[in-house]
């Protein structure tokens, strides 16, 4: 049975399990933690960190250090979103070759699903470390608000972190199936997540024969626990303006301490009333004094900067529920996921809202990684009995002459699914015609995403509309989107499959994942020399703290001095190649000082 | 029994089985009287007035009892899903559907059943309602329809058999997938589901309508008064249409209603047959004993009896039913174009018998009085529902019974609205099936509602312009198109309809003319000229 993996790439932290005798395990990582930060950083001698070592040196090396790059995955360089990550953040985003945004870190440019990869391939070592065999399969998961753009991004990153990802799945849902995964029930589940950078609200059906279907889905892919930071951030900063008069925002470092006080304090309002900030030594006054900040905030003080943004889920959850056709009596179980939901201030507004307390049995850190991975079980191996019938997050359609958008496959619909509907030219001896595939719910269509074009050509030449044109949109239970657009009077047919951009052409792809692989193998290499340079030191040391007495011992007759002489070469050689680095010459001198070792043991002991 | 439960196969009789000896009740009497080695089970079953199913239960034990031959599969490959009744709308089990079962060897990973499933489901999707489809009633309850459909999508959707090789039959599924979850969106919400109800009635109307209008017709062409139960043409693909050597006229179903006995007494309910033979009567003293020869005899085709043959039918088939032994001196005496066989018996004999006979009649009388009465008060009660369909349907069973001038004129003012308001329900049905772009459909409710209301020149036009969008009949399309230009030639658009059915039949000096005309008719139709150039163009 092939082994797939179940990954939680979240924006703040990841998560990754596994199926194991038919329970899905959370893996914690070689920390012993259960999520790591989705964390990457370059350090000055160039060498990649990601995960807690990345967090740890993250105010020291705020500018090449990136975090929530899952923000800026599958977008144009040129979205409001970008810009705003622009704003905030400490490391360089820079506009990439196909319009797409990118992450500069000494001098380097990566594309964010290259940044997305090294997570990814952590997580994979993770897994690997712990079955003790390689993985190649993992289902990832995603917000159910990201479009084709952003999933084919994440799926990319995960070709080029070597993983070969059967399925992107959407977090509520994951979420849903850890929930109901097992328990033999029929409920209209509500899933509310929010974590760290992005809101969801999904409604589900749990039915008979294992069958979860997505009713609705909503969110936010702008609104999560770092739009909360940033609160208590501005609070700081502009207290410590009017009190001082220096804007700390202008200091890179100061701003990545200030960004670690503000989660930590934020963390710590969720379980205690009031908490203080501490930051000895925050920045110079300029005339040679260090300034601090030292600020008590309360819980009171933090809903109050967070109101909006609590509300702002609500309201969606309100239009979710709008949407489905549904009651808030409809909803049989609420379940909360991602770490925001740990604020008391959440929990309240969600009961407040659906009139019912939140189930408390999942772990909001953990479900949906766990989720991930019961699908990827329920896909490889049909002994689960468990089927998701998932949705199209967002309206598919075609642009229209004026820049209208005309959806043709609803949000929300099953897939697979296919609708078709006849257009006709727009001006008079039209003879070809240009089909412009996005995504969205906008009515104009610049507003919406792109996904594919592709142009229907040799229409017969006729005064605007006469010639009708079927457009026919199909999406497989993959999510794969196929266009064909036919020509009803001559029959003349084209067809695409759309694939979505993630901002990489197919070569750079290719390129990032031999590379990629390249480095993982550099990775591996590497550990094993650098445990045999350990070895060996270690050998050394032993020998060098025996010699005295061997030599004392022997010294008597010629073959041990002989013998003592040999050894001091063996030494010798050895050092010289441990020095330089020279992973060969280490090698080849391994078993010379394992058995000089070994003789020196034999020596000692018996004489004492 | 389980070869029986096809319907087209045909239960063959064991020749020399003794009924009288085995131990058959009355209702493997009434079948086994329908079985004639010609007939088939659907057909035995409308004969008989019985459920499908039971009569398959019934044949399986006849056969068992040695009556019938061990069924063998019926060697006509038959493109039926089940009969879908419309008004019980029985969950529909569709099973050996015309496809291609080289199909179910494909190489691939899928196994046999859920290969047969998909098949069946898929080659039905043209074919049966949201409600078959799921396989439901049609008053199933929202939970019913659920669990349904996570039953279908639980082995039906393709992420059950991911990585598998699921080859030609991968998209099939999606189609299947598609249909079902439409089919559980819409009945799954009120709204929705109203919507479609509402429809379904309209169809069902105008398909009850359908039959009607084809007894009807064959009322008047027929010369037996007795239409045989078998199919009838409105519905082909329910019942395979009967061997051209018994081509007999179609009949209405068997009313649902009454008792067996109710039923037995309608003369369209039994087969035509050649007069059980005459067999030496019995001693009075045994009138529970069997005739010795109850040989069933093959008719020759569509006799019509005469009246007495007729009555002698009925009451033996009475008879039969209410369980007792007919005497084969009563039935020989009811019928006089058999040889009369001397009766030994006592004048007092005969005057029992007279009034034994006399007794029957009278109730075979009330029994037809009170038939049409409950025919005549069901058509009442339909009309003031304003349900014309149902009653003309009642009317015209109970004129079956007794054609009297009140009955028939009463029949014909109905039969009249019911027109009227079927060609309506049929437009109504059309543009339904139009705005889901079901040309093909749309072309065929169109084609009927022209034919229900034949001087309306804009219905001809739809059905031409959505059998053209359908394009696979263009003759009718073209049929249609000119008859809308027959009944209004001073119509432009009609004869750019006409035109566009030509040009895509490639009738492009016909299409020529017609759009000549139409431009001649209206100069301004920037679309006919279009068309015109285009057409001149092809031509060269």
Known sequence: MERVIGIDLGTTNSCVAVMENGAPTVIPNRGGYKTTPSMVAITEAGKKLVGHIAKRQAITNAENTVFAAKRLIGRKFTSPQVKNAIATSAYRIVEGPHADARIQLRGKTFSVPEISAMILQEMRVIAEDYLGGPVAKAVVTVPAYFNDNQRQATKDAGAIAGLDVIRIINEPTAAALAYGFGKDIEKTVAVYDLGGGTFDISILEIGAHGVFRVIATAGDTFLGGEDFDARIIDWLVEGFQSEHGIDLRQDRMALQRLKDAAEKAKCELSSTRETEVNLPFIISSGRNEALHLQRVISRETLEQLCEDLVDRTVDICRQTLQDAQLGKEDIEEIVLVGGMTRMPRVVESVAEF???????????????????????????????????????????????????FRGLIPQNTTVPTSRSETFTTSRDNQTAVKILVMQGEHEKGEQNELLGEFVLTDLRKATKGQVEIEVTFEINADGIVSVNAKDLETGRQQAIQVTATSGLTQQELKQMIDSSQGEMLERRASEEEEGTKQEAQRLIAEIDKLFPQVEQIVASSDFGRDATEKARGILQKARAAVSKGDHAAIKEHMEALGRTARMFRGVVQKTS | MAAFDEPTTVPKPVAGFDPARAAIGPLERLVLSSV???????????????????????????????????????????????????????????????????????????????????LDLFHALDEFDHYQLLGVARDADRKAIKSAY??????????????????????????????????????????????????????????????????????????????????????????????????????????????????????????????????????????????????????????????????????????????????????????????????????????????????????????????????????????SKEDFVTAANHLRVALTHADEAELRAKYESVNLKAREILADTYLKQAAYEESQEKWREAGATYAKAADARPGDPNIAAKAANAMRRDGRDLHAAARFGEVAVQKNPASAEFRVTLGLVYFDAGLLLRAKSELEQAVRLAPDDSKAKELLVRVKSAIG
């Open chain 2, 36 to 118: 004639d080695g010609l007939a088939s089970v659907a057909e035995v079953a409308a004969a008989s007035g019985l459920d499908a199913g039971d009569v398959c239960t019934v044949l399986g034990r006849l056969a068992e009892l040695g009556a019938l031959e061990p069924a063998t599969p019926s060697p006509v490959t038959e493109p039926a899903p089940p009969p879908p009744d419309p008004t019980t709308a029985a969950p529909a089990a569709p099973s050996g559907g015309g496809w291609d079962r080289a199909l179910l060897d494909e190489p691939g990973d899928l196994d046999l059943d859920v290969r047969n499933m998909v």
């Open chain 1, 354 to 404: 659906f009139g019912r307390d939140p189930c408390k049995g999942v772990h909001p850190d953990e479900v949906v990684a766990l989720g991930a991975a019961i699908q990827g079980a329920a896909l490889l191996d049909t002994k689960h009995e468990m089927v998701l019938l998932d949705v199209t997050p967002h309206t598919l359609g075609i642009l229209t002459a004026g820049g209208t």
């Open chain 2, 150 to 383: 996570y039953g279908l999508a639980a082995r039906l959707h393709t992420d059950r058999y991911f990585g598998k090789n699921l080859g030609s039959f991968k998209s099939k599924m999606e189609a299947v997938f598609g249909r079902i979850t439409v089919a559980h969106d819409t009945l799954a919400a009120k709204q929705r589901r109203a919507e479609y109800d509402e429809y379904l009635k309209d169809r069902d109307r105008s398909r009850a309508y359908e039959k009607l209008l084809q007894w009807a017709t064959v009322d008047s062409a027929s010369p037996t008064p007795m239409p045989r139960a078998a199919a009838t043409p409105a519905q082909p693909r329910i019942l395979p249409p009967p061997p051209p050597s018994r081509a007999v006229p179609p009949a209405p179903p068997p009313s649902r209603a009454g008792g067996l006995l109710d039923r037995a007494l309608q003369p369209s309910q039994a087969s035509p047959r050649a007069p059980v033979a005459p067999v030496p009567p019995a001693a009075p003293a045994a009138p529970a004993a069997p005739p010795s020869e109850p040989k069933l005899v093959a008719p020759a085709g569509p006799v019509p009896l005469s009246p007495e043959q007729e009555r002698a039918r009925r009451l033996a088939a009475a008879q039969r039913l209410a369980g007792n032994r007919v005497s084969a001196a009563r039935m020989v005496a009811a019928n006089p174009s058999a040889p009369r066989i001397a009766a030994p018996t006592a004048e007092a004999t005969r005057a029992a018998t007279e009034t034994l006979k006399v007794r029957y009649q009278d109730s075979v009388e009330a029994a037809r009085r009170a038939t049409i009465k409950r025919l005549v008060d069901g058509a009442d009660e339909a009309i």
